[in-house]
């Protein structure tokens, strides 16, 4: 799963939900990568990946702004690509592409219909902000478990951006079912130095994972990133 940022990194990483969250939820490796990868911690690295989580934080809590974004997911099922919009009662989505393909008629009707009827339902809203808020408090103890759940090590740069790989820690302790998730994952993440902020994730489960409050079954593999942000200047409702 790859995820480049949209607003704070809480509400990146339906954000979190359709990032950290969702690859909890669904993204695992394929049968045979029971192993992670193998390689010393750079604690220069580290210390560079707390401060931007600690950034991120405080800019989360100053930052209520709703952001458009996009969405891809590459399941075995095949690859879709989706534009979310975030508004007062909740995040939207929009099918732009199944395996590369504009969607049907039928089914741009279908989404429709289901964004028609949650605009016009107010219990379906107030479920679907409650389910956001749930996504958004476990992306919190997830964020803040990235500095010490991980090793590091720097592998490239890019202009202001640096890239990193990262395996667990052996000694680290989940202190939560959420944070448990990270003993089995592995990958690289792009952070930008100057405006020490989280650009993007690559991340997989090398192994299955039981952290209670979603399965993990190591015979599926999905992929997800988030990109073309764009800030809204307000979205109050859902779009109909």
């Not at 390689?39 to 100053?62: C, G, H, I, T, W």
């Not at 099918?95 to 009707?109: A, F, N, V």
Request: proline letters at 5%.
């Amino acid at each position: 799963m790859s995820i480049s940022t949209a607003r704070s990194l809480a509400r990146r990483l339906v954000l979190l939900p359709a990032a950290l969250v969702l690859l909890c939820a669904a993204s695992r490796a394929d049968d045979g990568a029971s192993q992670g990868p193998n390689f010393s911690n750079d604690p220069k690295a580290r210390e560079l990946v707390r401060r931007v989580v600690a950034n991120e934080l405080e800019q989360e809590a100053r930052d209520k702004s709703h952001y458009m974004f996009r969405l891809k997911r590459v399941t075995p099922k095949g690859t879709s690509l989706k534009e979310i919009v975030q508004t007062d009662q909740g995040s939207v989505a929009r099918t732009l592409l199944i395996d590369g393909k504009s969607p049907t008629e039928d089914q741009k009707r279908s989404e429709q219909d289901k964004i028609t009827k949650l605009a016009n339902d107010p219990d379906a809203q107030r479920q679907r902000m409650k389910r956001e808020k749930e996504d958004e408090n476990r992306a919190q103890i997830m964020i803040k478990a990235l500095p010490k759940a991980f090793f590091y090590q720097e592998i490239g740069r890019d202009g202001d951006a640096v890239k990193l790989r990262f395996r667990p820690d052996p000694d680290y302790e989940p202190a939560s079912r959420e944070e448990s998730v990270y003993t089995g994952m592995a990958g690289e993440l792009w952070l930008n130095v100057p405006q020490q902020r989280l650009r993007k994730i690559d991340a997989h489960l090398f192994h299955d994972v039981d952290f209670g409050w979603a399965s993990s079954d190591a015979s599926i593999k999905v992929a997800a990133s988030w990109s073309s942000r764009s800030r809204l200047t307000r979205t109050t409702g859902i779009p109909r």
